[in-house]
């Protein structure tokens, strides 16, 4: 009867330390868990830190271990001057979310998927110039990538804000573009991935009274830049950009809108494109200056006839077309095409008001044989010419 006995008591005990040890685990598991984000939020706020010519911070951090994802909440980095030691707003959001996107595991591929809500940008002259931003943030996307290792596929902004301020004008100009909603798909060609153009971005926003709207296709794994885009804004209410008007052209603008349509191609090095703004009921001077002084009067005035003149009396609209062509590295916009079509809308036509569908991704190519064949030419018979 002792054996048995014996036999018994092992197997309990045996039983005893295996729960022991997996309760164990289970308590480390909750601790590391507990303790996880904390640990990142003080990794990622380190960072933030040392990024050169910024400051940043995180005020929380939560993981989503059963979806892959991590959510970061009340982000912001800040442009610091390094003499006065001044801090001037770049980018912020009240919530990122990065995490692994599941439909695209039924296409084979393990891909990320970047949610922005609230996200903010704001560019200050002679604080955040593009150039300067690109090379010193360079840290920012190292810290993504040590958050979300996965290539992003998919992303897509809501509320969004981008601003531009020059607080050294006068009058201090301050504009804003405003409730963004963008989305980028298919970035890592997962779909798709034999088309010319495997990606798509969508934007729409509210500028002023008006409406901003962007489509764009794209490759962006390409060792070129390849896209094809089209972007209008309809309605913006001229006499809003009163601050922009005085501080740069020292007049403002009593009634008035703006459309404003572009196309924009680049394939093999090479662009093609054009901007098409459309000025509707223009009023600069009005009863409103009554209270500016004469000379004032006087340059408004000049501006205002340049309206009339320019101004294509049965639409009650000025418009012009902007076309331009060239390499990425050398952009050629055409100044004296844009004053011919301008005078042209003026007194013989008014440009219709919509995207004329006429650049697409063959575009450059066509205008990079013609331009081919121009300097072809221009070899053949040039010395011919300058004789």
Same mark, same amino acid.
Request: charged share 30%; hydrophobic share 40%; aromatic share 8%.
């Given at each position: 009867m002792t054996e048995p006995n014996r036999s018994a008591t092992d197997v309990q005990k045996k039983r005893g330390r295996k729960r022991r040890v997996f309760l164990w685990i289970v308590v480390i598991l909750v601790l590391v868990r507990i303790a996880l984000p904390y640990a990142l939020l003080y990794v990622a706020n380190d960072r933030l830190a040392k990024i050169p010519g910024y400051h940043g911070h995180i005020e929380d951090l939560d993981l989503a271990i059963y979806r892959g994802a991590y959510r970061l909440d009340e982000f912001y980095l800040d442009k610091v001057d390094s003499i006065a030691h001044d801090t001037t707003p770049f980018l912020g959001a009240g919530v990122i979310d990065l995490s692994v996107e599941w439909r695209a595991l039924f296409h084979g591929e393990l891909v990320g998927e970047l949610e922005i809500?609230?996200?903010?940008? /704001?560019?200050?002259?002679?604080? %955040?110039?593009?150039?300067?931003?690109?090379?010193?943030?360079?840290?920012?996307?190292?810290?993504?990538?040590?958050?979300?290792?996965?290539?992003? *596929?998919?992303?897509?902004?809501?509320?969004?804000? @981008?601003?531009?301020?020059?607080?050294?004008?006068?009058?201090?100009?301050?504009?804003?573009?405003?409730?963004?909603?963008?989305?980028?798909? *298919?970035?890592?060609?997962?779909?798709?991935? +034999?088309?010319?153009?495997?990606?798509?971005?969508?934007? *729409? %926003?509210?500028?002023?009274?008006?409406?901003?709207?962007?489509?764009?296709?794209?490759?962006?794994?390409?060792?070129?830049?390849?896209? +094809?885009?089209?972007?209008?804004?309809?309605?913006?209410?001229?006499?809003?950009?009163?601050?922009?008007?005085?501080?740069?052209?020292?007049?403002?603008?009593?009634?008035?809108?703006?459309?404003?349509?572009?196309? @924009?191609?680049? /394939?093999?090095?090479?662009?093609? !494109?054009?901007?098409?703004?459309?000025?509707?009921?223009?009023?600069?001077?009005?009863?409103?200056?009554?209270? +500016?002084? @004469?000379?004032?009067?006087?340059?408004?005035?000049?501006? !205002?006839? %340049? !309206?009339?003149?320019?101004?294509?009396?049965?639409?009650?609209?000025?418009?012009?077309?902007?076309?331009?062509?060239?390499?990425?590295?050398?952009?050629?916009?055409?100044?004296?095409?844009a004053v011919v079509e301008l005078l042209r809308n003026a007194f013989i036509r008014a440009l219709e008001p919509v995207i004329d569908r006429e650049i697409n991704i063959e575009t450059p190519l066509i205008q990079e044989k013609e331009e081919e064949r121009k300097g072809l030419l221009k070899k053949v018979f040039g010395k011919k010419e300058d004789k």
């Open positions: 809500d609230r996200p903010r940008v /704001r560019f200050t002259l002679e604080k %955040a110039e593009p150039a300067d931003v690109a090379k010193d943030t360079a840290s920012l996307g190292e810290l993504l990538d040590d958050f979300m290792p996965l290539s992003i *596929n998919r992303l897509q902004l809501r509320d969004g804000r @981008i601003e531009y301020g020059d607080p050294s004008s006068s009058p201090p100009v301050d504009l804003a573009l405003t409730d963004l909603e963008a989305l980028a798909t *298919n970035l890592t060609s997962v779909e798709n991935e +034999d088309d010319l153009l495997p990606s798509a971005v969508t934007a *729409n %926003a509210n500028v002023y009274k008006g409406k901003f709207q962007l489509d764009m296709e794209l490759d962006p794994l390409s060792e070129q830049t390849i896209f +094809d885009l089209n972007m209008k804004l309809n309605g913006v209410a001229l006499p809003e950009l009163n601050a922009f008007f005085q501080a740069y052209g020292n007049f403002d603008v009593n009634r008035g809108s703006m459309d404003l349509y572009t196309e @924009i191609a680049t /394939r093999d090095g090479a662009f093609s !494109g054009y901007v098409k703004p459309v000025i509707k009921d223009l009023d600069v001077l009005g009863k409103e200056d009554k209270k +500016d002084g @004469i000379l004032h009067k006087l340059y408004e005035g000049i501006v !205002g006839t %340049a !309206g009339v003149v320019l101004q294509n009396r049965r639409e009650d609209q000025i418009a012009t077309k902007l076309p331009f062509e060239g390499k990425l590295d050398n952009p050629n916009a055409r100044t004296w095409t």
